[in-house]
């Protein structure tokens, strides 16, 4: 950092530099130069232990103690900051998404995030982008068109304690209207993409993948922009900015679509992408009511490509419909249209996979409907 951009802090006060005048709370001192007990007291701090040494103690810490560090000295801060990949993950129960409208004031209190938290070092180009950003309206989410309304969303998280529940709540408003709340969203979505969360529901709102590209500089970000779950639920998709927040910003063991919406072309690229592709953040794919289409090009994709070593190694398919590709393998194993057969790649045999397939009456819709388990042996 040069010296006409250092930032330092003295007894709760932090003082900046910025062409060549000290700042006190964005106010330029009368003199110019620091206080002289500052002056002094910054010549008495020094650490001694490299980097190396310390990252190693810090590897032994949790995410608690890891914040604790943090906020004791701006080197740490740093090295922190620098590799939080290798570290802790602070780890929450759930996440999830939910509107302003029928929450409980006077039962939850929402988290005030204090403005020293997300205090940073904003550069020109991403203080342009942010101001494009808000002129241009940008949601902070995606949602459905019934509550496209909406201006504000409350981020739930849930930990669980001992069969003790306690849920935070932190508002955004879906369109910021100045750089702090474009810098305490940052701060927040920074957090959540350094936590590990065991179940993450999404049923009406997703975060806006464009949102994320404004918040964050990917030239200067050292940690990847993506939430972690164990198991993620999705209600509905609905559009190529969805599908590509999966694709881009999701890290996850399970992922299920529920209720599944039919895509256009452009978004069914995108989930083709994921499962052949995705293999390397999603172990496992499930997909509710759809269309067969899919399940006949995976099957032809696992056939035929000669690259299938990223594909997701276990999807699901419940309640399909339409037709799908017969395969000479497939063997009546039971009664009610049952049948178990193992795919083999034509370019590389000893990767296998195995497909069980049921075949049912929708009670509903007297539809026959078809569940499929196609798994890499």
């Known amino acids: 950092m040069s010296e006409d951009r250092k930032i330092i802090e003295y007894d709760g006060v932090k003082y900046y530099k910025k062409e060549s005048q000290w700042y006190q709370k964005m106010t330029p001192r009368q003199n110019g130069e620091l206080p002289a007990d500052i002056k002094r007291a910054k010549k008495c701090v020094k650490i001694y232990l490299p980097q190396e040494n310390l990252l190693d103690v810090f590897k032994f810490l949790d995410f608690s103690q890891l914040l604790s560090f943090q906020y004791s000295s701006f ?28 929450f409980d004031l006077g039962k939850h209190k929402f ?174 794919l499930t997909l509710d009511k759809i269309h067969t289409n899919l399940y006949n090009l995976i099957i032809k994709h696992l056939e035929t490509s000669k690259d299938i070593t990223k594909t997701v190694k276990e999807i699901k398919f419940e309640k399909m419909f339409g037709p799908r590709i017969l395969n000479g393998r497939e063997e009546n194993i039971e009664l009610y249209k049952e049948q178990y057969f193992e795919l083999v790649n034509k370019h590389n045999p000893k990767i296998k996979f195995s497909v069980y397939i049921e075949e049912d009456e929708d009670e509903e819709t007297a539809r026959e409907i078809i569940d499929a388990e196609i798994e890499r042996i």
Not at 79 to 102: D, M, N, Q, W
Not at 199 to 222: G, R, S, W, Y
Request: glycine residues 4%; hydrophobic residues 40%; contains cysteine.
């Open 111 to 284: 988290v005030e995030i204090q403005p020293h938290l997300y205090d940073f070092e904003l550069s020109k180009q991403l203080e342009q982008k942010w101001i494009r950003g808000i002129e241009e309206q940008i949601p902070m989410f995606l949602t459905t068109i019934q509550y496209g309304n909406i201006n504000a969303i409350v981020c739930e998280l849930q930990q669980t304690y001992r069969g003790k529940k306690a849920l935070y709540h932190i508002k955004l408003p879906n369109f910021p209207k100045n750089l702090e709340l474009m810098a305490i969203a940052r701060y927040l979505f920074k957090l959540l993409f350094n936590c590990a969360f065991e179940h993450f529901e999404i049923d009406m709102f997703l975060i806006n993948p464009q949102m994320i590209d404004l918040l964050f500089d990917e030239a200067t970000t050292n940690f990847p922009l993506q939430i972690h779950s164990q198991k993620t639920e999705l209600d509905y998709i609905w559009n190529t900015d969805s599908s590509n927040f999966i694709w881009k910003h999701l890290f996850s063991n399970q992922l299920k679509f529920d209720r599944f919406a039919c895509f256009g072309k452009e978004n069914m690229a995108v989930l083709l992408k994921i499962l052949t592709q995705g293999g390397n953040k999603i172990l496992s």
């Open 75 to 102: 080197y740490f801060k740093n090295i922190i900051v620098k590799y939080e990949k290798e570290l802790a993950r602070k780890k929450f129960t759930k996440l999830k998404f939910r509107p302003i409208y029928g």
